[in-house]
């Protein structure tokens, strides 16, 4: 067990705690090489003579260093070292003086409607460049977010993360992530997927708006699980504008919520509530955790934080000639093979009848489905989303989407794919870090017409594989 003021590495002068978990300890420290504060967390092993033990804990750590170094984000904690000594795995990381979401609330109650959309955007970008690199968070709550003193938002603690397809067997019959934000497929014992994480910060930003999860808290964790498992979900009272966001975001079925980075862009579409907010008196309670829940704290932050914009990633469509790839770092909603399997006999297309808006589904011929929906719509034009669906029973590596443009219309921009255009012939292909799908899997793309002849007709589309 290290101690206070001990030197680790050679190198990192611990100063104090700063948090402890249920698996590790988190020091505040000194880089004596660089001459700089970061945070060190050492990673705890029950006493044992076996030595897998060891060896788990180690990879564990490596695990945790790996996915959280390819993460760069002005929204997500740095891990900068992983190191052994001593026999104890440490992780070194940025330092942030801020204090978790939890400790917030505590203190101030639940927060407004704009500081929570402010909250969602960043740590929903930050999460959307994970996504876009395949990596799964699957512990996203209110104790992994850190907000500092000027507001800005942090995600942090990639201790249960894993890359996308890494195979979970050692996992089995366990729920991994903390109660109550683990998404219901999860809960079921199911394999967590990029809409999990999706779940898991619209139940993030839920009990920030109203100072209670979703479902509530319970010492008993059969009865939440079927509370989660069941949906018995209510929608938030405070929610206001915020409420649509909120709602799609804890959909019981993972493919009909939408991606990360459509989150961010619903979030940033909502805007500020015009009504001032009415202080709440905070219902939160503090649940059990069963991954490392750090709060790090500083003298200097004062007692009444406003959460601000800083640097994140926003979604807006980019307008570029029709011509030109639009690839941003988006990433579809897509489920593992395993999850999506047992959903795909459940899934209809929605019919023009059944939706505001009108779709187009092309049967399947290549390998793949593609529906075209138009989202919203202005005299002048409309955006609308492709949804590409993987039929087949092996893995995309790649797909394109074909139609004929109606007379009067045209493409004035378009994103998450590549777009080349024949007269009236439209053909678009995936944009390479959306090109992999599982089977029963989804991606899209979007884009917003002109139209100068009235109403355009929704064109049918027909989608191959590559």
Known sequence: MAFEEQLVNGRYRLLGHLGRGATSLVWRARDERLDRVVAVKQFLREPSTDPG??????????????????????????????????????????????????DLLVERGPLPRCDVLRLGRQV?????????????????????????????????????????????????????????YVA??????????????????????????????????????????????ENQLAPPAHGGP?????MRMLERDPAARPSMQETVELLASVGRPADADVPRRSRLRRVAVSALAVSLTCAGVVTGVTL?????????????????VTADHTVSSTTTAALATRLRA??????????????????????????????????????????????????????????????????????????TQDGSSVTVTDAGWNALLEPGASASFGLNEIRTGGRGAVPVVSCRTN
Do not use: K
């Open 184 to 229: 219901p497929e999860v809960a079921r014992g199911g394999e967590a997927g990029l809409p999990s994480d999706v779940y898991s910060l619209g139940a993030t930003l839920y009990t920030a708006l109203e100072g209670t999860p979703p479902f509530g808290t319970s010492d008993d964790p059969i009865t939440l699980l079927r509370r989660i498992t």
């Open 346 to 419: 459940a899934e209809t297309p929605p019919t023009p009848s059944s939706s505001p808006h009108p779709t187009t589904t092309a049967p399947a011929q290549g390998g793949c489905t593609a529906r075209y929906e138009v989202t919203s719509a202005w005299p002048d034009g409309a955006q609308a989303q492709v949804t590409v669906h993987n039929d087949r029973p092996a893995r995309l590596s790649g797909w394109t989407v074909t139609w004929v443009l109606a007379a009067g219309t045209g493409i004035r921009d378009l994103w998450n794919g590549t777009l």
């Open 53 to 102: 033990t060891a060896a788990e804990t180690c990879d564990r750590a490596l695990r945790e260093a790996r996915l959280a170094s390819r993460l760069r984000h002005p929204n997500a904690i740095a891990v900068y070292d992983v190191f052994e000594d001593a026999g104890s795995m440490y992780l070194v990381m940025e330092y942030v003086p801020a204090r978790s979401l939890t």
């Open 308 to 324: 601000t914009d800083g640097p994140e990633t926003t979604a807006a469509p980019i307008q570029y000639p029709a011509t030109t």
């Open 124 to 180: 929903g970008a930050a999460l959307a460049a994970a996504h876009g690199d395949w990596i799964l968070h699957r512990d996203v709550t209110p104790n992994n977010v850190l907000v500092t003193g000027d507001g800005t938002a942090r995600i942090t603690d990639f201790g249960v993360s894993r890359a996308l397809g890494e195979h979970p067997a050692a996992e089995e019959d366990v729920v991994v992530g903390t109660l109550p």
């Open 242 to 246: 915020l409420t649509g966001v909120l």
